[in-house]
């Protein structure tokens, strides 16, 4: 989850020659909308989204979602959860009628079985199969799902035994909820490896106990594909195919440009390159093969998350958001949500700006995320106030 370094911003730029970038500058209203109320909805005033608010100052300070590839929203959007101060809360949702329904409830009704306190809320994650349940590991190394609705535990598995580790973290899931990986963890958090575990054999497929330079790993929707981002060896990444046991690793500026903010689909991966400015699409089957998707030229002045949770895997949604390099009013796509179509033709589908500025903080990014069927974005910002909010965005 790291944003570009300055070191490779300056090397890159020099690359670059300061070359043109992507004509277009933003569409940038001078005054934002006022705020609602939590439950408020108003309209974007650039493109004419319809916008929902849905925390305020009587939420408290920090309400955010999780991150661009860990979903906000139930695989039907009845049910959504967001963290106010680090505690995670369902909120009920009418995605016809765009409000909520009700006040919000603890994501938790209880502990889990045997436990003393919830599981992290971060990477809890939605089942890709049960609109009413959310996937969850505890403390230490069991492995949960859990009914919002029932507030029923079950045990889907406990990795005592199998791993040296002490927790588990990081979790992502396929969209069968079959597959599943984590990064390793040491008693002092630090991360010590990787694992990838196939529920209905009961199998580890992968294992490594090496924790030099890891960042994090991600499952593909299919669960064959594991993407290791983990700085060593002379490369940035790695493509674990757990079907055939083969791994192949990329190097992070030139040839590959390996991933940086990315998220997976269905054998591919798609997202931000850290040399050249450019967002990339490749299949995980062949990941030394690339195809440029959008080209920022030389307007390093936003970071970028993605999120390609969506069913619909034509385009992907990113979220754009200062980094604190060569302000402009005009820089291309600030501070925005939009959706670029992923056939190479540098379209762009603008959604709203969320008006955060993360140039003090990272956790005001808003680290969108989008809905599986690709209608409804949620986002944190610290719009106009000084608390993070939750919005959600209708698309189209």
């Given at each position: ?45 650039s ?43 369902l ?54 799902s ?13 990795f ?12 992502s ?21 990787f ?94 093969q ?21 069913n ?79 919005f ?5």
């Amino acid at each position: 989850m790291k944003g570009v370094q300055m070191v490779r911003l300056i090397v890159a730029l020099a690359l670059l020659g300061l070359a043109a970038g992507v004509a277009s500058a933003a569409t940038w209203p001078p005054n934002p909308p006022t705020l609602p109320a939590k439950g408020g909805t108003f309209t974007d005033p650039s493109w004419g989204t319809l916008m929902m608010r849905v925390t305020d100052a009587s939420d408290g300070k920090d309400n955010t979602v999780s991150y661009s590839y860990w979903p906000t929203f139930a695989k039907d959007n009845l049910h959504f959860f967001i963290a106010s101060a680090g505690v995670p809360y369902l909120y009920h949702f009418d995605p016809a009628g765009f409000r909520l329904v009700g006040g919000k409830t603890p994501l938790f009704a209880s502990y889990p079985p045997g436990e003393t306190r919830n599981p992290g809320w971060q990477d809890t994650i939605w089942s890709g199969v049960n609109a009413n349940e959310v996937l969850c590991h505890g403390r230490y190394l069991k492995l949960y799902s859990y009914n919002v609705e029932t507030g029923a535990w079950t045990t889907l598995h406990d990795f005592a035994g199998q791993t040296t580790a002490y927790s588990l973290w990081q979790m992502s899931r396929s969209l069968d909820d079959d597959v599943f990986a984590f990064t390793l963890t040491a008693s002092n958090g630090s991360k010590i490896g990787f694992l990838a575990w196939k529920r209905s054999t009961n199998q580890i497929l992968l294992q490594v106990m090496d924790g030099a330079g890891l960042d994090e790993v991600q499952l593909d929707k299919t669960g064959r594909y594991l993407l290791v981002k983990k700085a060593s060896g002379g490369y940035e990444s790695y493509v674990y195919d757990l079907q055939l046991g083969t791994n192949t690793g990329l190097t992070d500026g030139a040839p590959d440009y390996g991933p940086g903010h990315s998220d997976n689909g269905t054998g591919t991966c798609f997202g931000s390159e850290n040399w050249l400015n450019r967002e990339l699409l490749r299949s995980l089957a062949t990941p030394h093969q690339f195809t440029v998707i959008l080209d920022y030229g030389d307007d390093w002045s936003q970071d970028r998350h993605t999120s390609f949770l969506a069913n619909d895997e034509s385009m992907a949604l990113l979220s754009s958001y200062d980094s604190g390099h060569f302000q402009s009013p005009d820089n291309y796509l600030r501070q925005e949500v939009y959706q670029v179509v992923l056939n190479g033709s540098q379209t762009v589908h603008h959604i709203c700006h969320h008006y955060s500025s993360a140039r003090v903080n990272y956790w005001d990014s808003p680290r969108a995320n989008i809905s599986r069927n690709g209608q409804f974005v949620a986002f944190t910002s610290n719009w106009g106030t000084k608390q993070r909010d939750v919005f959600i965005a209708k698309v189209f």
